[in-house]
DNA sequence: CGAATTTGACCCGCGC
DNA sequence: GCGCGGGTCAAATTCG
């Protein structure tokens, strides 16, 4: 279990969250979604997604900044009217197809914490998130999300293969959703990067994918050797990701239309939904990976 | 036997 | 201040 923990230095178990950075009270959002060149912050992050059964239908991305200055594309300070709040209205917009602000996952703090030497902190090792607040509150400090990225799949399976290993760390029940979000780790030591995973409560058949943090380390490697997918070779910034894949959540998602979705980013849906209306959602399953990521690779 | 998963408990942040 | 939901830990269990 401290396989991936090493890094703890005081020993007191006691470090800030891989998820976590000390830093500023900052919580800045932005949004992007890769339609040209922009794909690249996939590889910014290290992000080679490639499954089989699987579809991209969306994608978007949150950068919150943590001690940069003081720019727009603040999303936080919506009104979250809805106390149920749900994936979307409070830890990440789905906004693809908009690109709004700037894009900085390469921000100084994430980068420099998670890609090469964390500080003080581990992954997520040790410390209760009890000690790690306290411990935070005594130097006067939030913690601040690294950067996240998100993206909805049409697949048969919950654990998308990306090229890299994880570990499960948790599991949890999700408020008005069947489905258990799963919460992974990176197995690298030295890497932070988590991700959850869950299914969408409206439609089973996507499911949502949260990166946060970036990798440190390249893929352990695929079985068959360096397959390079569609989708790897989109996260790699070398393809432009297709726009007719594209899922726009926040603005297709059936069902009750909840207030707090709806009211917490009309700002940016409004724009959002004026580029995606062009874009229709696929329909059409057995993923474009289907026959490129052999079965052996998924995870037992 | 080591690594990965499961699962209940704990803690924090936020809304009321 | 309280309760709820989300996120994480860590011991136990399972798997290769």
């Not at 490639?50 to 594309?73: C, F, H, K, P, V």
């Not at 009890?130 to 509150?137: F, L, N």
């Not at 996260?235 to 709806?262: C, D, K, R």
Request: charged share 25%; hydrophobic share 25%.
């Amino acid at each position: 279990m401290d396989d991936a923990d090493k890094p703890d230095p005081g020993g007191t178990g006691i470090n800030s969250d891989s998820s976590w950075t000390i830093g500023a009270d900052v919580d800045r959002v932005n949004y992007f979604f890769p339609s040209d060149g922009e794909s690249s912050i996939l590889s910014e992050f290290g992000w080679n997604l490639q499954s089989e059964n699987t579809e991209r239908l969306g994608e978007l991305q949150r950068i919150e900044a943590d001690e940069s200055s003081d720019l727009a594309g603040t999303v936080t300070e919506l009104p979250q009217t809805n106390s149920s709040r749900d994936f979307w209205s409070s830890d990440m917009a789905l906004l693809p197809g908009s690109y709004v602000g700037e894009v900085s996952a390469s921000n100084p703090s994430v980068s420099s914490s998670s890609s090469e030497d964390p500080p003080e902190k581990s992954a997520g090792s040790g410390g209760k998130a009890a000690e790690i607040s306290t411990q935070m509150k005594k130097k006067g400090q939030k913690r601040v999300r690294q950067p996240r990225f998100a993206f909805m799949t049409k697949s048969d399976v919950d654990h998308l293969e990306d090229g890299y290993r994880w570990r499960k760390y948790g599991q949890k029940a999700v408020k008005n959703s069947p489905f258990p979000r799963s919460y992974y780790r990176c197995t690298n030591s030295k890497c932070t990067v988590k991700k959850r995973v869950e299914r969408s409560s409206e439609d089973p058949t996507i499911v949502i994918t949260t990166y946060e943090g970036q990798h440190c380390h390249h893929t352990v490697g695929f079985p068959r050797g360096g397959i390079i997918s569609h989708e790897a070779a989109f996260a790699a910034g070398h393809l432009t990701l297709p726009m007719s894949q594209f899922y726009y959540p926040g603005v297709q998602l059936p069902g009750e239309n909840p207030p707090s979705n709806t009211q917490l980013h009309q700002q940016q849906l409004g724009q959002a939904r004026d580029r995606t209306s062009s874009v229709r959602v696929p329909n059409s399953d057995d993923g474009l990976l289907g026959d490129i990521v052999p079965r052996g690779m998924r995870k037992r």
